[in-house]
């Protein structure tokens, strides 16, 4: 039962007498008790629907007790014929099976079908753009697709597999049922054309090639959607298992090689002199030189010019193999607690490139020391004609044009060695999870860089803007929606910059950075080399942050909530020397934030007051708030007078007008 304080009702400002005497006549007049509505909780703050915690995914956000993933190791060769533009690969898949299912049958990832005639990417993407095939006809051509069968101990047998290609995935039906706790030993062999353009994410340019999506790789099998077979159109990335790979190279013998792993014959492919240099950069945190421009045009960058070499490589941990080869590369070293940071790049690229190794450097010095260690040898940066693309350990730009354009590219991509090379979600579905998060740790790195360019709260300011000026214009998008089903002319903001700001928000604006970077370390620590979803997100930075979040989950990344702000009411009344202020806020969109609030007195001097953003949650659109104020009075009020909310009507969150100043 509501009481009123006893004093005169004269006494109470009008606007707390309209919200309160309404409810207190209401209780004290007798009434048949009505029937409950059966309506659902639509409110922002209603709890948000997850699925429902099991031995796989715990309700913390962490795995769970019977977490389990499928482990896929690579034994690859690949053959580059630069005659011909083609490669021609081999390989040894060694796929281990840790789900509790039979499995029967597995799916390829066959990506280079993307560029077969009349395929799924050819009728969604133009031709000439950025995701679209250019008129090129390449695809597969397999030569062996093979399983060794047999008891344990025995010789082998070698069995044909049946297989059915379908657009960019293919089934393999196994030749005999992969048993929970087995491994299937499949051999393939196989050839494709390179093209020029590979939907930015591969290709070639004159004698350089970057060679990714290059050989069958295995579908996820999960316990979330089982067989993750969705096709590969260009725009949606990749989702990968880890394992082991060995993978050898052979290319002519000028070219250098890059490549995901470690060197591991060293001196078989490089000359004595930059193997001697290659151990003084491993123990530099500056730029060694390894291969010159003078070197690559005397001929003395190479053990041997004619003919072929094969480079040989090796990596533990990881989700993909690729490799970019070119007779034009110089090569520069740093390193950094054991890691190698290299840059490669030709001579026409110099001016920007000659400090790419050092950016290299401090990439993954500063990834590692604000979230979580950088686990394998290298790291590289390869220019070339892919304007960004990440693999593991490899980093593949363009020339750029200066060292702060170069910077934001390198730091982006290697910051994708954390999501999702260490967070291995899947990108092919929630690519917000993967472009989003590294967009916002991006904004850390390049502020520490270049602060000449802005801090990281500037940085982040101006992503700010971006997005409040995409809300205006209405063109954003929901942030959790497959990236296949966005415009690419709004992927960036639907994809990178809009998660990038909900999660700056969360940190600065909700949770506090102390909190937020404990549940965001916990999330990375959580889900190394494992395969999070969005749930395991969201619980994770509820479990450790201590704070339940279902408004910001919904309003930010479920759906496509807008925001604005604004004062509605302001009623001031003096007794004696007090002036007594009663302040309606507005919330005129479904979309809640913390109010940010500045009042400024006629006597010039102003006070914040921050209340969070759960000030909504039993009234969603007026939040009414009473002060005193001793000796002065009040002249103006402002809402987020310092832009670090979002807000689509700006004309709405001020009362009153600044005090003259002489």
């Known amino acids: 039962m509501l009481t009123l304080p006893r004093r005169p009702l004269s006494a109470w400002p009008t606007m707390v007498l309209a919200c309160v005497l309404p409810v207190a006549l209401s209780a004290q007049t007798p009434t048949t008790p009505a029937r409950p509505l059966s309506v659902a909780d639509t409110s922002i703050f209603a709890p948000l629907a997850l699925p429902t915690a099991n031995e796989q995914r715990a309700g913390s956000g962490a795995p769970g007790s019977r977490y389990w993933q499928n482990r896929a190791d690579y034994t690859l060769s690949a053959t580059l014929d630069t005659a011909s533009k083609k490669v021609s690969g081999e390989m040894t898949l060694k796929y281990t099976n840790h789900s509790p299912d039979t499995l029967r049958f597995i799916w390829l990832q066959t990506e280079q079908n993307a560029f077969k005639d009349k395929s799924l990417n050819s009728y969604i993407f133009p031709q000439d753009s950025r995701f679209g095939a250019r008129g090129f006809e390449g695809g597969y051509t397999f030569t062996k697709l093979d399983q060794l069968v047999g008891t344990p101990g025995a010789a082998a047998k070698r069995v044909a597999l049946v297989k059915r290609p379908n657009e960019t995935v293919m089934k393999v039906d196994l030749a005999e049922p992969l048993a929970p706790g087995k491994t299937a030993t499949i051999e393939m062999a196989w050839s494709f054309p390179v093209p020029e353009h590979g939907a930015d994410r591969m290709g070639r340019d004159g004698a350089l090639y970057e060679i990714a999506q290059w050989y069958p790789r295995l579908v996820v099998y999960d316990d979330v959607r089982g067989w993750n077979m969705e096709p590969y159109l260009g725009q949606g990335e990749f989702y990968l298992d880890y394992g082991d790979y060995n993978l050898s190279i052979t290319v002519p013998a000028g070219y250098i090689v890059a490549a995901t792993g470690a060197l591991t014959n060293m001196a078989q492919v490089l000359t004595p002199t930059t193997i001697a240099r290659h151990a003084i950069a491993a123990k530099s945190d500056t730029v060694v030189r390894l291969i010159t421009n003078e070197e690559l045009v005397s001929g003395a960058a190479r053990p041997k010019t004619t003919g072929m070499l094969t480079w040989k490589f090796a990596s533990k941990n990881v ?216 749930t395991d997100f969201f619980r994770t930075m509820e479990d450790v942050g201590g704070r339940r979040l279902d408004w910001f989950w919904r309003e930010w990344f479920v759906e496509n909530s807008r925001f604005d702000q604004s004062v509605d009411t302001v009623i001031t009344r003096t007794v004696g020397d007090t002036s007594k202020v009663l302040i309606a806020f507005g919330n005129r969109e479904r979309g809640v934030l913390p109010i940010r609030a500045r009042l400024t007195f006629s006597d010039g001097t102003s006070e914040d007051y921050n209340y969070p953003a759960e000030v909504w949650s039993t009234n969603s659109r007026q939040y009414i708030r009473q002060y005193a104020f001793t000796k002065k009075s009040l002249v103006r009020v402002e809402l987020d007078p310092d832009h670090r909310l979002i807000d689509v009507d700006r004309g709405n969150n001020t009362w009153g007008t600044p005090p003259t100043r002489p």
Do not use: C
């Open 319 to 534: 989700r993909d193999a690729v490799w970019a080869a070119s007779p034009a590369f110089q090569w520069d070293a740093s390193s950094y607690k054991g890691a190698m940071a290299y840059a490669y790049y030709r001579n026409s690229a110099v001016d920007n490139w000659k400090d790419a190794a050092d950016q290299s450097r401090m990439s993954i010095m500063e990834y590692t020391e604000r979230w979580f260690p950088y686990p394998w040898p290298h790291i590289s940066a390869v220019e070339g004609p892919i304007s960004g693309m990440e693999y593991p350990m490899i980093a593949m730009e363009n020339k750029s044009d200066d060292k702060y354009d170069l910077y934001n590219v390198v730091t982006h991509e290697i910051g994708h060695m954390w999501f999702p090379m260490i967070v291995g979600s899947n990108e092919r579905v929630y690519m917000w999870q993967d472009e989003g998060f590294n967009t916002f740790i991006n904004t850390f790195s390049e502020a520490r860089r270049y602060p000449e360019k802005g801090d990281q709260m500037a940085r982040a300011a101006e992503e700010r803007r971006g997005i409040e000026e995409a809300m205006k214009a209405g063109v954003d998008k929901p942030v959790n929606i497959g990236p296949d089903r966005i415009n690419p002319r709004l992927l960036g903001e639907a994809q990178y910059t809009k998660p990038s700001v909900g999660l700056q928000l969360l940190r600065q604006e909700i949770m506090g950075p102390e909190a937020f970077d404990d549940a965001f370390r916990t999330y990375i620590k959580r889900w190394a080399f494992k395969h999070p979803t969005p």
